[in-house]
């Protein structure tokens, strides 16, 4: 199944845009944008979909998504019923922010906090409700208090304990590509694992292909990626498999082997240790919520978070 596109609009002379979304239910709307994105989901619970990481969350859900990663939330059902489900979502330009933590040395730790996002983040349980408490200044009627609360958030999260959710290479390549950030060693590897991850990748040939002994490319993979080289190449072929599982209708088999993987038992062993679902049941996640939310939905009716340049009429939508 293959993401939408949605054209977040900033509005002349704006920085970021802050959006209130409220709602008897969120549907299932499988898109992506250009931009990072901020959510912070209250009185809802059901799955989120953020690349091929599918989860179950509940209040006060707050995640990080980086650029042009797939993503949707869906969900039913409200905690309280008498109440709207709410989503405050926040879109923002990463070269932008890092022009100004570059600027600014007192916000330099957002560079981390966009590092740390390339694969989209969790936040630990308690920080959702925690912004909360900015929520006053997020949907504020000023302008620069809006953005400044940002900011805040931003600072806030960047040291904050979150859990990776993506793959590597989910969905976008530009995920798993070098980021900058890391040696030029290691970023020689990961660019080689990016676009070789289908074919054995001998720690001898990486390791050659970085100029580095076989032990020091591991220890670059411990201190720079937190995982040891077979683990890194895994995730990158369990993702390009979960990106192949929702967008084609390929059989299993063909999957596995365009994915690296040399025998279907081993494919689903591994697919299902890492996410914790047979590819089957991985591809019904996807389709099955699909045309559950199809069946809901009038042929005429547009989905409001996917509109292109234009403004639904009584959307509550703040601009910086």
């Known amino acids: 199944m293959k993401p939408a596109y949605e054209y977040v609009d900033f509005g002349e002379r704006c920085s970021v845009r802050i959006y209130n979304r409220r709602l008897p239910k969120i549907p299932f709307e499988w898109h992506h944008h250009p931009e990072y994105e901020l959510t912070l989901t209250?009185?809802?619970?059901?799955?989120?979909?953020?690349?091929d990481s599918v989860t179950v969350y509940g209040d006060d859900d707050l995640v990080l998504v980086p650029p042009d990663m797939p993503h949707t939330w869906a969900s039913n059902r409200s905690i309280e019923p008498s109440s709207a489900q709410v989503a405050i979502v926040i879109w923002f330009d990463g070269a932008w922010v890092r022009r100004f933590a570059d600027l600014c040395p007192e916000y330099a730790d957002l560079r981390n906090l966009l590092r740390r996002a390339a694969c989209g983040l969790a936040f630990e349980s308690g920080a959702g409700t925690r912004m909360r408490e900015q929520l006053d200044r997020l949907l504020s009627a000023n302008a620069r208090e809006r953005l400044s609360a940002v900011l805040d958030v931003l600072v806030w999260l960047s040291d904050l304990p979150a859990a990776q959710l993506a793959s590597p290479s989910a969905f976008d390549a530009r995920v798993g590509a070098p980021s900058g950030y890391e040696p030029e060693q290691l970023n020689r590897v990961l660019a080689l694992i990016d676009t070789q991850f289908a074919q054995?990748?001998?720690?001898?040939t990486l390791a050659n292909a970085a100029g580095l002994s076989e032990r020091s490319l591991t220890r670059h993979f411990a201190q720079h990626l937190g995982e040891s080289v077979g683990q890194y190449i895994a995730r990158v072929r369990i993702g390009h498999a979960c990106r192949m599982l929702t967008d084609t209708q390929l059989p299993v088999s063909v999957v596995a082997a365009r994915s690296g993987f040399s025998n279907v038992s081993n494919f689903n062993r591994q697919f299902k240790a890492t996410r914790a679902l047979t590819p089957v049941a991985y591809r019904q996640q996807f389709t099955g919520a699909k045309r559950a939310e199809e069946a809901t939905h009038s042929l005429d009716e547009r989905s409001p978070s996917l509109e292109a340049r234009r403004t639904t009429a009584g959307r509550r939508k703040y601009h910086v």
């Open 42 to 51: 209250m009185n809802s619970q059901g799955k989120r979909y953020i690349g």
């Open 200 to 204: 054995p990748l001998p720690l001898a």
